[in-house]
């Protein structure tokens, strides 16, 4: 990776044009990963919404996520069916965003 950097400064690029040219794309693989998965984790969040929220609370309804709705239907409410439905649309719309992912990292992802 040094001799990246060494033939860059040899070149005449500066500090900011090897930042974008250089290691931005040598990491991009890195941020994609992450990216997608934080992308799936948000999608995910209960815990925070759980903890925070008072049952009582007007924003409770503002506020819920698809796997609060699914732990409110299927443990609290006890209608399972209802509550597998909430999980297949999350998993489709989790797949959906991945795969929008997936054909946009063509476009800044550099596995070279």
Known sequence: NGDYYEAA???????VKQFF???????????FFVTVTRVIGAMQVFDSIYMMME????ALVKTQSLVYLFYKYS????NKGYGSAIVMLLLLV???ITVIQLLC?????NYS
């Open 75 to 78: 443990f609290v409410e006890g």
């Open 9 to 15: 400064e040899i070149d005449g690029a500066g500090g």
């Open 21 to 31: 040219y250089i290691t931005l794309p040598l990491i991009s693989p890195t941020m």
């Open 105 to 109: 990292q063509k476009k800044w992802v």
């Open 94 to 96: 989790i797949l959906l």
């Open 55 to 58: 049952k009582a609370n007007p």
